[in-house]
């Protein structure tokens, strides 16, 4: 049993469908190739928007903290 920093029960494992860290609120709902998908953060879903499109190693700018940032 698991429990959130607010002391909440989680009932879902939501993961971020690119970097695959724990959600615990919604994310950042998107959508890649026609599929929806969540995020953790925009720069999430820039990379796999990138993916996509076909570029292997995509270069989305970290923010200026070089980890990107849960969003929310
Ligand atoms: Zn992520």
């Known amino acids: ?3 959130s920093d607010n002391g909440y029960y ?3 494992y ?5 970097c695959g ?11 890649v190739a ?5 995020f953790c953060s925009d ?3 820039q990379w796999a928007t990138a993916r996509a499109a ?8 970290l923010p200026r ?3 990107h940032k849960t969003g929310g």
């Open 43 to 45: 720069w999430c879903q």
């Open 10 to 12: 989680i009932e879902r």
């Open 21 to 31: 860290v724990l959600l615990y609120e919604e994310g950042m709902k998107g959508e």
């Open 54 to 61: 076909g570029i292997d190693e995509p270069r989305i700018p």
């Open 34 to 38: 026609g599929e929806a998908k969540l």
């Open 14 to 18: 939501i993961k971020c469908d690119n």
């Open 65 to 67: 903290e070089g980890i």
């Open 1 to 3: 049993m698991r429990f």
